[in-house]
């Protein structure tokens, strides 16, 4: 097996990946005429969106995120080159710093934000 995608559930699907592309510099690779998903390019893996009521509509149960509130106990990485200037453009988008960049002992810079919904980003160097 392999992760091919990562889905998160959101309130505004439109709005969470403009978010993505100007805090993030994430392009969107698929987007359906319907609006209740769209997918942006990371790489190897994915990373979705896709409509609350759509999934709720769908039969599944589920905590919605809360940007008020404690985050969930997950974690979306983002590797950068320069994760200061990582953290200071995705807070002129709207991201929330939860952990400003720290040096690991095991050589990794990392910092932690919050999207608009509330999910957790690190923003973290590659490991070597």
Not at 47 to 61: P, Y
Not at 116 to 124: F, P, Q, T
Request: net charge neutral.
């Amino acid at each position: 097996m392999k992760l091919g995608y990562v889905i998160l559930f959101v309130p505004d699907v439109a709005a969470t990946a403009s978010f993505y592309e100007k805090a993030f510099g994430l392009k969107r690779r698929f987007e359906p005429e319907s609006g209740q998903y769209i997918e942006m390019d990371t790489g190897g893996t994915a990373l979705g969106f896709t409509s609350e009521a759509f999934v709720r509509k769908g039969g599944m149960e589920f905590s919605p995120l809360d940007a008020k509130g404690k985050p969930p106990a997950i974690e979306i990485a983002l590797i950068a080159d320069d994760v200061a200037a990582a953290v200071t453009h995705a807070v002129k988008a709207g991201a929330v710093v939860v952990k400003q960049p720290e040096l690991k002992p095991w050589g990794q810079t990392v910092a932690v934000v919050r999207d608009l919904n509330g999910a957790l980003v690190e923003l973290c160097t590659k490991m070597s």
